[in-house]
């Protein structure tokens, strides 16, 4: 039975990749930022969840960590438009009927925004993330007659809206759209 001396090259180098890839220094190149995003997340100590009465109202701290998709993908479901790569991020609440800007960024990817809600159990929460674009035209006609003018507008472009009911305290995950959302209700004291 006789081996070259090349297959014994080649199966020693298999031995040596496997060898390498058992040790404590494997590297998975594969995970995404958003995949690291929500490693961190889950990570963080959570409300622990807790049961609360049918018709008791209590106030609670909500702390939303949200994170959109890098890509701006064109013609999904909640964005007939392209939005931009470093979205103006604002997160808006409606809870029976009121409607509450909860959160803003600019220029992010993520927004970590804490705001005190009113709820009882079973209470419907409804979120929207928009992208938010101002303009501004401005004309000076630098004259004695003619007035100076100028105009602004703004315009939002939906990124994910989505509505859930509360349960009571706890943390609440969700992926609608372009956006993942940690949710965590704390009571107030």
Not at 149 to 169: D, R, V
């Amino acid at each position: 039975m006789t081996v070259s001396m090349r297959s014994l090259r080649t199966v020693s180098l298999a031995a040596l990749f496997v060898c390498t890839g058992c040790g404590t220094s494997f590297v998975n190149r594969g995970i995404q930022e958003q995949s690291r995003w929500i490693q961190t997340q889950v990570a963080r100590r959570a409300t622990s969840p807790s049961e609360v009465g049918e018709d008791e109202t209590l106030n609670y701290e909500s702390r939303f960590e949200v994170e959109v998709s890098p890509s701006n993908n064109r013609g999904s479901a909640h964005d007939a438009q392209e939005r931009s790569d470093l979205p103006d991020l604002h997160l808006y609440s409606r809870i029976g009927g009121q409607r509450t800007e909860v959160g803003s960024a600019s220029n992010a990817q993520t927004l970590t925004s804490s705001y005190p809600l009113r709820l009882k159990r079973g209470d419907t929460v409804e979120l929207r993330l928009v992208d938010r674009a101002n303009t501004y035209h401005r004309v000076q006609y630098d004259s004695r007659q003619t007035d100076d003018w100028s105009s602004e507008s703004t315009s939002e472009t939906p990124l994910a809206q989505f509505s859930f009911q509360f349960e009571g305290p706890g943390r609440y995950f969700f992926h609608r759209g372009y956006g993942l959302f940690f949710i965590d209700f704390r009571p107030l004291q």
